[in-house]
Every structure is written in C-alpha cells, then in structure tokens.
Nanobody, 120 residues
Framework: QVQLVESGGGLVPPGGSLRLSCTTA?????????MAWYRQVPGKERELVAI???????NYADSVKGRFTISRDNAKNTMWLQMNNLKAEDTAVYYC?????????????WGQGTLVTVSS
C-alpha cells in the first residue's frame, strides 16, 4: 500500500512562515504526477492550494499566490510547500496528494493531513 506522509505543521503567528513536507517510503514507484497540496477547514470543502507537475510547472490558488511556493524532488518522491506571510485564514488541515504509478497501476493517494494554525 502506498502512503504519503506530511510533516511540518504547527502553530505560527500571523506573518510567520512554515515549511510542509510530503514524502513516501513506498518502493517500486514509477512516478508521482501530479503532486499537490490541498487544505480543509471544518464545515468547508477541501480546496486546492498548489499543484506541481513532474516537469516543474506549478499553479496556485489566488489566495496564496506570492506567499506560498510549491516544489518537489522527483528522484526522492518528495514535495514541499513553503508558506510565508501566513494569515489567520490559512489555518487548516493541509493534505498532500499524489497520482502514483506503481507496478503498472495508477492510484490516487492522500496523506493523513497536518494541522497549520495561524494565531497570535
């Protein structure tokens, strides 16, 4: 079973920064494409924050443009989200997503989520 594991969440004051990581220890992965970060707050739908293709092209939600940066290392099947100038409205559970190709199968895989709280 393929697992994606997030880390790096926590409590940060407004204007602060955090860096989230997403990786997998699963072997025999051919590729993970795309990879993305989503977030969700209670009572609302999960929303796309940022997405990155294996070739490096990226897209961001308008609400995070200029503040967040998504990046990845294809060889290590690892992705990051650098979050700067955090605002209270960025408070959410952040989920890692990847479309994984493994042993000829394609799987939609989600991480367990990591909580980001922006508060003074």
């Amino acid at each position: 079973q393929v697992q994606l594991v997030e880390s790096g969440g926590g409590l940060v004051p407004p204007g602060g920064s955090l860096r989230l990581s997403c990786t997998t220890a699963s072997g025999r992965i051919s590729s993970i494409n795309p990879m993305a970060w989503y977030r969700q707050v209670p009572g609302k739908e999960r929303e796309l924050v940022a997405i990155i293709q294996s070739g490096g092209s990226t897209n961001y939600a308008d609400s995070v443009k200029g503040r967040f940066t998504i990046s990845r290392d294809n060889a290590k099947n690892t992705m990051w989200l650098q979050m700067n100038n955090l605002k209270a409205e960025d408070t959410a559970v952040y989920y890692c997503y990847g479309r994984v190709v493994i042993i000829g199968r394609t799987l939609e895989v989600w991480g367990q989520g990591t909580l980001v709280t922006v508060s003074s």
